[in-house]
C-alpha cells in the first residue's frame, strides 16, 4: 500500500517538494534522525575523523539499534525530546516554504542544525537524510508538512517512549534493502552497465555515476563487506541479547564493535543511497526541464565522486586498531657494526616519516651497537592512525651498499626487522596482567647498588614470565617512570598477542618481534651497484633510495596496503 | 658493637663523623661548585629562562660535551663503576632538556636563538665539573626525577636513589586494604631531600600524615622546599633532630615508621665511586663499622612508637644487613614484631627488610 501512495504521489510531483525538504523528513522517523546524527563526518587522509566523533556515533547507535538496556533507554528519551521540537518547528516552517529556495543553501555542521529553524533549512546537508529513505519510508515522509507531526506524536506517545522492537524492525529492513533508484537502477548495475568515466570537469552524470559506483565497489571490497555483514549480524545478535551487560567489558566490548562496525556499514549504504537519489534528481530535472536543479545535481554528483576517493583512502585503515597510536621496533640482525647501523638508519627513517605526519614520537628504549648503530631500539608514535599506517611497515628490511665500515669497501647485505605494536587506549580492552606473573628487572652494572652507587640509569625490564615476552624502558630519567613504560609496552604486546589468538588472524602485522622470522623480506634497499628500493610484496618500487631513507614512505604504505586489502575478491 | 650513648651524640663524638660532616661541607667549596649554602638552590629546570645562545653555538657545545663523555669510554667504569659514555651522552641530552627553554626558537642577527636557562659559559663548566670532577648529575642540573617526582637536591643532601623508590611501593601495598594505616600517621627518619616523606604523603588517605626528620640542616632546608613544591605542607611536617628524638610526643601514636638511614659500613667509604664518595654527604652514607649502628637504633626505638598493627621498611646495604635485622627483631626486640619480610629491590639484591608491630 505505501509504495503505491509513493508512486501515485511521485507521479503528481508532490515527491520533488519533499525532496527538496529533507528537513523535514529526516525528523520524523527516529532511525532517519539517528542515521543522520551518526553519519560520519568525511574526512581526509590527513585528518582522520576524531574519536569523539566516532563515539558519539557510537553511543547514538547502540541506542537504537538494541534499544533494550536500561541505558539505552534513558539515553534514548533524551533523543526522543530533541526529536520531538525538530520535527515540531521544522514541520510548521518547512510546509509553508518554497521548495526550491530552500534547498539551494548548503550548511556543513550537524550539530549547527538544531539551532534554530532558520538554520535548519539551510543546512544542505543533510539533504543528505531523504537518500537515506528507502520506498517505504518514503511514505511516511509523503504525507509532509503539518500533517506529519502528529504522526510522530502518536509513534511516541502510544508507545510511551521509544519502541525498540518497531526500530529494530525499521532498521533491519534499512539493512537488508537493496537501494535503487525510482527505475530500480543499482550501484551493483552501473557497474554492470559500464558506462564511460570521463575526466571529473566533463559534466556527464554517468560518467561520475560510473566512477562513484566503483569507489563504493573498491570501498566495500576494502572494507571485506561480506565478512562486515556476517560480523555485524553475528554482533547484532550478541547486543541484543537480555543478559548482555552480566559482563560488562564483555559487553562494552562487543558494543564498540557493533557501533563501529555499523558505522562503517551506515556510511557506505548512505553514501550509496546518496548517489542514487542524485541519478534520481537528475533524471528527474530533466522530464521537468528544470535546469537549475540538473545543475545542481550534478555539482552534487560530482562533488561525490571526489569524496568517494578520501573514502576510499580511508577505507584502507577501516581495521580496529587502525586509529591507534604504536610503537615502532627495530632490531638489527646479524652482521655487526654494519647492521647496527642500518638499523640505525631504518629507525631514523621512521622517526622523520611519523614527524612529517604529525605524529609525536618518543624513544622508550634504544640499545647502541658497541661502534655504531643500533642492536635494536622501540620508539612510541603517537597519534590518530600511527598503527594503521606503519603496521605496513612490518618484516624484514634489507639493505645492499658498500659499507662504510669496511676497510677494504666491500659490498655488504645487512638486515633488519621491524615490529609494530597498537597501543589501545581503551583499558577495559586490556588484557588483565597478574603482578604476580611479572619479573621486574634492573640492569645493574654489579656492585652493592643502593647507597654505594651514583646513576642515572634506572632502566627496567619487565619480563611476563608465562609467554616470556619482555619490555624494556631506559629512556626515562626515574625508574619508577621506565617501569611505567616498560609495562605499557608489555601491555601492548600483550594485548596483540592476545587479539592475534582470539581472531586467529595470525597476520604479518600481528606478529611480535620475537616471532618475526628473519626470512620474511618485505623490502630490499640497494644503494649499489644500482640505487632502488623495492617492496617485494606488492613491487613498487623508488629510484631515488635517500628520498625513502629520510622518511618518504607513504608510497610504499599505500600501496601495500590497498595491495593487500584489494586482492582478496573472496572478501567482498 | 654495642655503644650506649644516645645516637644524636654519637653522629657528633665519632671522630668520622665529625670530620665527614666538616668535609662534605667544605668539600664543595674547594672544588667549583657553589658553596652549600643552608638556602635551598633554584635547580636548573626552574631558573627563569634570561640567557641565549646561537643554535649553532649550542651546537658547538654540543659535540664539544659528546666528545668530552666519548673521551670516558669504560675508564669510569673500570675506576670504581662510575658512569659509561652511553650513559653520560644521556645525561647531555636531559641537561639540554633542562637547560633549553622548550619551543623557545627566535631569530638574532639571522640566526636561529635558543633561550637558555643558563649562560652558554656555565653550561660549559657544568659539563667540565660532571666528567672531570664527576659532579654527579643531580647535582650539576639541582634535581633528580625519582618515581614521579622531580625532587630539588644540592650538594649536602643525599641523592635519592632508585632503589629507595620501592619503599613507597612497600608502602603503598599494605595502605591499599588497611584504613587505619591509610589514614594514620608516618614517620620518615632521615628524610634527606624528602623523598619517601613526599612519596608516601601522596598515596596516603586525606587523613594520613607523615613526620619527617633529619639532623642535617642541608636536607631540612631542601626537603621542606621539595615539600612545598608539591604543596604537601598540611601533609608532610618536618622536624629537625636525630632519628627519633623529635618524635618523642609520637610514642605508640605511629601508623608507619620508614627509613633509609645511612648503612654504608665506615671501611668502605673511601672507596666508593667518586661521584658519591667526593660529593654527597658522609653523614647520609655512613652506618659505622658494620654500617649498622643507625638501623639497630632505629629498630630499637620503633617498638615503643608504632602502634599495634603498626608497618614498618628499612632500606639496608643488602642480604647480610637483612638478615642481622632480621634475627634482631626475632630474637633482641622481645617478639614485638611479626610477618618480618625481606623484599628485594629491582637487582635481585634483598634490600628491605619490613615487617608489623604486634
Ligand atoms: C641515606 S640518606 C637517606 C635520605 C632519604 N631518606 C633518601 O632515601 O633519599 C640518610 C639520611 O639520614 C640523615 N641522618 C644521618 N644521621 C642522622 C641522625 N642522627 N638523625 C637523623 N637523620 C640523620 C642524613 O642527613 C641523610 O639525609
Redesign the pocket.
Known sequence: MSSFMFRKRASSGSWVVLCQNPEAKTQFVPYLLFSTLSEPQPTTLNKPSKPQNLSNSIENKRILDSGSSSFSLKTSKTLLGSVHNHTFSRNIFVSGSKPLALSSASGKNITGSHCSPLSSISFGSQRRGIWHLSTENRVLASGCGVLVLPMVKSLYSSRGGLAPCSLGCLFGTQAAMEPSTCDGLTVDRIIASEWLILDEDESDWKSHAAAIAQSIHLIKKRLQWKKLMIRLDLLSAEVNKPDLWNDPVHAGKISREHGSLMGKMKEVKAFERELLEHIDMVKLAREENDGELESESMNALLKMRITSKEKETEALLAGEQDPCSCYIEVQSGAGGTESNDWAAMVMQMYKVWAQQRGYKISVVDEMPGEIAGIKRATIKVDGEYAFGYAKAEVGVHRLVRISPFDSSKRRHTSFAAVAVTPINEDASAHVQINESDLRIERFRSGGPGG?HANTTDSAVRIVHVPTGITATSQNERSQHMNKASAMAVLQSRLDQLEMARQTQMNAQYSQSLTDITWGSQIRSYVLHPYRMVKDLRTNYEVSDPDSVLEGDLDGFIMSYLSASLDKDEDDR | MKLSFS??LS?FLKPSSVTNLHRSFCSSSISSPPPTSLKPQTPLFLKPPIHSAASSDLQKWHDWAKSLASSVGSTFVDLDNGPDSTLLCREIKWLMEDAIEEESEGMENNQRSIRLRVALEELYMLWKQRVEERRPFQYVVGCEHWRDLVLCVQEG??I??PE?ELIVDLVGDVVLGNEGLREGLWA??????G??AIGIGRILGTGGRVIA????PA?FEVAGFNVQRYGLQDVVELRQ???LEPLKDMEGKLAGLVS???YIPSDDISGLQAEVGRHE?K???DGGINGMD?LLHICKGAASMLKPGGFFAFETNGEKQCKHLVEYMENDAGGSFCNLKIVPDFAGINRFVTGFHK
Not at chain 2, 188 to 193: A, E, Q
Not at chain 2, 213 to 216: E, G, I, V
Open positions: 647507597q | 645516637p644524636k653522629t643532601v643525599l635519592p636513589r629507595t620518615d627518619l632521615g628524610t634527606g631531600s623523598a619517601i626528620t633529619d639532623l642535617s636536607a633532630g636525630s632519628w633509609n638511614p645511612p654527604p653523614v647520609a652514607l643507625d
